[in-house]
Antibody, heavy 122, light 109 residues
Framework: EVQLVESGGGVVQPGGSLRLSCAAS????????IHWVRQAPGKGLEWVSL????????YYGNSVRGRFTVSRDNSKNSVYLQMDSLTTEDTAFYYC???????????????WGQGTLVTVSS | QSVLTQPPSASGTPGQRVTISCSGS????????VSWYQQLPGTAPKLLIY???RRPSGVPERFSGSKSGTSASLAISGLRSEDEAEYYC??????????FGGGTKVTVL
C-alpha cells in the first residue's frame, strides 16, 4: 500500500524557516518524482515544487522560487522541503504527492499525503 | 503563473449529469495531458482522471474526462450525494510547472 506522510509543520514567525519532510512507502521510491502542493485555508490548490526520482531535476512555482529548496534521500525514502524567508502568504496545508508515472513524466499525482499545516504569524 | 479557469460552482439533483469545464492555453492544456482531482471536505485531494480521460482503478465509471484543444471537461453522470466535493483540474505548463484550476464546488441539491 502506497503511503506518504508529511511532518514538520508548525507555527513560524515571518522571515523564519521551516523544513518539511515526506516519508514514503509502498512503492519503488527512486523511480518516481515527488511533488509538493499547498492549499491556504479555504483556498484552492497551488503547486509548489517537484523533484525527480534521482534528485537531479527540481522545479519550483514562481511564488516560492529562490526561497524554497526541495531535496530527497532515496536511502531513507524521504523528500524534504526547506522553506526560508517565510511570509504570511506561505500559510497553508502542505501536501506531498507521488508522481503518477515512473521516470520523467510529471503531469499527474496518483497518491497524496494527509498534509501538514504551516502557519506563518507573528 | 495563471491558473486554469474553472467555474466556481456547479450543481445538480441526484441522478443528473454535471459537467465541469477547465480552460487553459496552448502552453498547458493545448500541449499536455489534463488530470482531475476530487477533494472531499477536510481531506486530501484524490486522483479522479489522468491523461485526459483515464480512470484509476476504483474510480466509478460515472466519472469521465475529455479534452479538446485548450479546454477539458469532467463529467459526473448519475450524480450522488457523496459526489459533493471540490473538483480541480491540473496540467503541466511550458513554464516547467504544474498549473491547477481554481476549483469547482459541486453541490447535490
Amino acid at each position: 500500500e502506497v503511503q506518504l506522510v508529511e511532518s514538520g509543520g508548525g507555527v513560524v514567525q515571518p522571515g523564519g524557516s521551516l523544513r518539511l519532510s515526506c516519508a514514503a512507502s509502498g512503492f519503488t521510491f527512486h523511480n518516481y518524482a515527488i511533488h509538493w502542493v499547498r492549499q491556504a485555508p479555504g483556498k484552492g490548490l497551488e503547486w509548489v515544487s517537484l523533484i525527480s526520482g534521482d534528485g537531479d531535476i527540481t522545479y519550483y512555482g514562481n511564488s516560492v522560487r529562490g526561497r524554497f529548496t526541495v531535496s530527497r534521500d532515496n536511502s531513507k525514502n524521504s523528500v524534504y522541503l526547506q522553506m526560508d524567508s517565510l511570509t504570511t502568504e506561505d500559510t497553508a496545508f502542505y501536501y506531498c504527492a507521488k508522481g503518477g508515472e515512473p521516470g520523467f513524466s510529471w503531469d499527474y499525482f496518483d497518491y497524496w499525503g494527509q498534509g501538514t499545516l504551516v502557519t506563518v504569524s507573528s | 503563473q495563471s491558473v486554469l479557469t474553472q467555474p466556481p460552482s456547479a450543481s445538480g439533483t441526484p441522478g443528473q449529469r454535471v459537467t465541469i469545464s477547465c480552460s487553459g492555453s496552448s502552453s498547458n492544456i493545448g500541449s499536455f495531458y489534463v488530470s482531475w482531482y476530487q477533494q472531499l471536505p477536510g481531506t486530501a485531494p484524490k486522483l479522479l482522471i489522468y491523461r485526459n480521460d483515464r480512470r484509476p482503478s476504483g474510480v466509478p465509471e460515472r466519472f469521465s474526462g475529455s479534452k479538446s484543444g485548450t479546454s477539458a471537461s469532467l463529467a459526473i453522470s448519475g450524480l450522488r450525494s457523496e459526489d459533493e466535493a471540490e473538483y480541480y483540474c491540473a496540467a503541466w505548463d511550458d513554464s516547467l510547472s504544474v498549473l491547477f484550476g481554481g476549483g469547482t464546488k459541486v453541490t447535490v441539491l
